[in-house]
């Protein structure tokens, strides 16, 4: 890996004992892939997409999977701030859908791509301050170091490259439609996690 490219939460000598630190270190790793698709072109900058658009998967499977369920159960009003932060998570969700098949390079596909930061940058804030910050209040350290282990499972479990297999070839092939990928990731996430 390149020094210039963006590395993720877990890549360091982080304990991440805390799953809401990690969650956090990854909404600030979301926000720097933007950062790297907006300041690359081409080859680049499909790549930079790519490897954003997986850790949103991982991260937002990892959410629906892990956390929201717990902040259902144990946040007073949990269940109304996980209803909120899932029609949030389904905007974003529709706004990614509409880079489908749109090439990386694509003059409207930077205005799609902000859009999508807009969605996602928000999406982070809300649940920063009304989900994240109350499980630490409502749970010991044992079980947010648990909660940390499953979430790295997760980035474990899901898939580097958008078609396996087709390793050679990488280099020139299309994205291919991004909801889909990241269907894909969540897919292979759930079923390694024992859930679907
Ligand atoms: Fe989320
Ligand atoms: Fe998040």
Do not use: C, W
Request: hydrophobic content about 40%; aromatic content about 4%.
């Amino acid at each position: 890996m390149s020094d210039l490219q963006t590395p993720h939460a877990g890549d360091d000598k982080s304990k991440d004992d805390d799953v809401v630190a990690l969650l956090m270190r990854q909404h600030g790793d979301i926000r720097n892939l933007f950062d790297e698709v907006e300041a690359t072109e081409g080859e680049e900058r499909r790549d930079a997409f790519r490897r954003l658009v997986r850790l949103l998967a991982v991260h937002e499977t990892a959410e629906e999977e892990v956390v929201h369920p717990f902040a259902r159960r144990a946040l007073s009003g949990g269940e109304k701030v996980v209803e909120d932060r899932l029609a949030e998570e389904r905007a974003a969700k529709e706004t990614l859908a509409s880079l489908d098949d749109m090439d990386t390079d694509d003059p409207k596909f930077m205005l799609q791509l902000l859009k999508l930061r807009k969605d996602v940058q928000e999406h982070a804030r809300a649940e920063e301050r009304y989900e994240f910050t109350h499980i630490r209040r409502s749970t010991d350290a044992a079980n947010l170091a648990a909660m940390a282990k499953a979430v790295k499972a997760a980035e474990a479990m899901a898939p580097t490259r958008p078609h396996p297999g087709v390793e050679s070839g990488a280099k020139n092939m299309a994205l291919g439609p991004v909801a889909a990928l990241m269907d894909r990731t969540k897919d292979a996430v759930r079923k390694a996690m024992g859930n679907d």
